[in-house]
T-cell receptor, first 115, second 115 residues
Framework: AQKVTQAQTEISVVEKEDVTLDCVYE???????LFWYKQPPSGELVFLIR??????QNEISGRYSWNFQKSTSSFNFTITASQVVDSAVYFC????????????FGPGTSLSVIP | KAGVTQTPRYLIKTRGQQVTLSCSPI?????VSWYQQTPGQGLQFLFE???????NKGNFPGRFSGRQFSNSRSEMNVSTLELGDSALYLC??????????????FGEGSRLTVL
């Protein structure tokens, strides 16, 4: 069965600090997708990144970077030089090849960036 | 292009009543998923429809049901409402089918309060 764990419930950082959000997943499939979504205070979930199980290359997009390690079943998300606008709940998610449209979300990590 | 539209945005019901929520996906998207979001349980997958067929289902009681129409619009219904059904119900659409990337586009949600 697919499962996503985000051990950090809440994180507070001071603006300009770097912060890493942890994600650990469980799946029996060898083919799957991993995602990160952001839910700002306004409420609407926004897609950030998708990574398939065959691509373990780390990715950087501006201040955001993702570290995918199959050996530890982790897909961690780092925000560099955090800003107040980064304050949101961040969700890690997983879908399996057998049912790509069934996306299972982790419990989320609430990030507060303090000015 | 227009995003995912959910109606109504807010509603208040009493225990025992039933409720129907509506979701219009992004034009061209054929898959619609429903999620329940609560502070305690996070984002929980309800079900997913593609081409009017329910393909995936989460672990919710039979009081929760849904359907999809030929234009891809979807409705979900909760019968015999309980206090614990109070939640934000989110609809997400995706391309589905062979063009699917797994990326979900979310609506703003329907906030249901059961008194």
């Amino acid at each position: 069965a697919q499962k996503v764990t985000q051990a950090q419930t809440e994180i507070s950082v001071v603006e300009k600090e770097d912060v890493t959000l942890d994600c650990v997943y469980e799946t029996r499939d060898t083919t799957y997708y991993l995602f990160w979504y952001k839910q700002p205070p306004s409420g609407e979930l926004v897609f950030l990144i998708r990574r398939n199980s065959f691509d373990e290359q780390n990715e950087i997009s501006g201040r955001y970077s993702w570290n995918f390690q199959k050996s530890t079943s982790s897909f961690n998300f780092t925000i560099t030089a955090s800003q107040v606008v980064d304050s949101a709940v961040y969700f890690c998610a997983l879908s399996e090849a057998t049912s790509y449209d069934k996306v299972i979300f982790g419990p989320g990590t609430s990030l507060s960036v303090i000015p | 292009k227009a995003g995912v539209t959910q109606t109504p945005r807010y509603l208040i019901k009493t225990r025992g009543q039933q409720v129907t929520l509506s979701c219009s996906p992004i034009s061209g998207h054929r898959s619609v998923s429903w999620y329940q979001q609560t502070p305690g349980q996070g984002l929980q997958f309800l079900f997913e429809y593609f081409s009017e067929t329910q393909r995936n289902k989460g672990n919710f009681p039979g009081r929760f049901s849904g359907r999809q129409f030929s234009n891809s619009r979807s409705e979900m219904n909760v019968s015999t409402l309980e206090l614990g059904d109070s939640a934000l119900y989110l609809c997400a659409s995706s391309l589905g089918g062979t063009r699917n990337t797994g990326e979900l586009f979310f609506g703003e949600g329907s906030r249901l309060t059961v008194l």
